[in-house]
């Protein structure tokens, strides 16, 4: 049976000290929840993908990205990147 709560994951990516985006917080139902209401609060943008919720979600808390997930990482970077309102 399929696992239908709510699911999130929160990245940190520093270039300056990260040599890959890192798990930073991870969660399901309320913590999934609680994980979100943060972002938002805190203008952090918010990307929907299950499946690759689902791969991240494997990774520990505070673990870099395994290379397999760069790719669909570096896409959801580019969207953010695109999405953001640009500072003045």
Same mark, same amino acid.
């Given at each position: 049976?399929?696992?239908?709560?709510?699911?999130?994951?929160?990245?940190?990516?520093?270039?300056?000290?990260?040599?890959?985006?890192?798990?930073?917080?991870?969660?399901?139902?309320?913590?999934?929840?609680?994980?979100?209401?943060?972002?938002?609060?805190?203008?952090?943008?918010?990307?929907?993908?299950?499946? $690759?919720? #689902? &791969?991240?979600? /494997? *990774?520990? +808390? =505070?673990?870099?990205?395994?290379?397999? $997930?760069? #790719? &669909?990482?570096? /896409? *959801?970077? +580019? =969207?953010?990147?695109?999405?953001?309102?640009?500072?003045?």
């Amino acid at each position: 049976m399929e696992d239908r709560r709510k699911k999130a994951v929160a990245l940190r990516y520093d270039e300056k000290r990260d040599k890959a985006p890192v798990v930073v917080a991870k969660g399901k139902g309320e913590l999934a929840q609680k994980i979100i209401e943060l972002a938002d609060k805190n203008d952090v943008p918010i990307v929907e993908d299950r499946e $690759l919720t #689902e &791969a991240l979600l /494997r *990774v520990e +808390v =505070f673990e870099e990205i395994p290379p397999v $997930l760069y #790719e &669909a990482i570096a /896409r *959801v970077l +580019v =969207f953010i990147s695109q999405h953001r309102p640009r500072s003045s």
